[in-house]
Structures are given as structure tokens and as C-alpha cells.
Nanobody, 124 residues
């Protein structure tokens, strides 16, 4: 019954920055892999970035602009988003699992625990 709660979403103009946070509570397993996904209206949920103790992984569309990090003792995940573009607009979800991350960002069926999402809107 691990709970993940995202925060930090909002509305910004293109070129701006946001920092998303995901805090885990009621943790009943050791979290190793955490990830950010996003979903825009009418589109499938896509992996943005993932992180474990060994590696970070990013979607090509966000490389060089987004940075994922984690605070393991408190099971907190962050996503620093810079140089935001309108196409980054989506609901952003965090996910967690007790397994280490796979070589690439895993599909959305792989993760055990999901948050409810936070909205990011980037205007032109």
C-alpha cells in the first residue's frame, strides 16, 4: 500500500522551468527504481526518465533539458525541467518499484506503484 504523491506542477511559458517532486509514504518495500511518465490528452503514457542507484535514463525528447534525481532515504523523486516546450504539456506521473530499473525506461505495466499525477502546462 505504498503511496506516491506528485507535486510541483503548474503553468509556465515556453523556456521556463519547473521542478516536480514525488514523495513516497506508507512504504512497505525498498524502492529501487523510480520513474517519471507523462500523458497528454489523446496520447499514450510515455516514459520520460528513470533512475536507480546505478543509472539514469531519459527519453530522447527531454535529454539535455530534464534531470531526474532521487533521495533514497526519504524515497523522494525529483524531475528538474528546464527549457520547457509546449509539447511537454501533460499530466506527469511518478512510479516506483522494488526492482532495479531495466536498461531502458520500462513500460508503464512494469512498475508496481503509481501516483495520481500532476499537471504541467507550457504555453507558447
Amino acid at each position: 500500500q505504498v503511496q506516491l504523491v506528485e507535486s510541483g506542477g503548474g503553468s509556465v511559458q515556453a523556456g521556463g522551468s519547473l521542478r516536480l517532486s514525488c514523495a513516497a509514504s506508507r512504504v512497505t518495500y525498498r524502492i529501487r527504481c523510480m520513474a517519471w511518465f507523462r500523458q497528454a490528452p489523446g496520447k499514450e503514457r510515455e516514459g520520460v526518465a528513470s533512475i536507480d542507484s546505478y543509472n539514469t535514463r531519459y527519453a530522447d525528447s527531454v535529454k539535455g533539458r530534464f534531470t531526474i534525481s532521487q533521495e533514497n532515504p526519504k524515497n523522494t523523486l525529483y524531475l528538474q525541467m528546464n527549457s520547457l516546450k509546449p509539447e511537454d504539456s501533460a499530466t506527469y506521473y511518478c512510479a516506483a518499484d522494488w526492482r532495479v530499473c531495466q536498461g531502458e525506461i520500462s513500460g508503464d505495466n512494469w512498475y508496481h506503484t503509481w501516483g495520481q499525477g500532476t499537471q504541467v502546462t507550457v504555453s507558447s
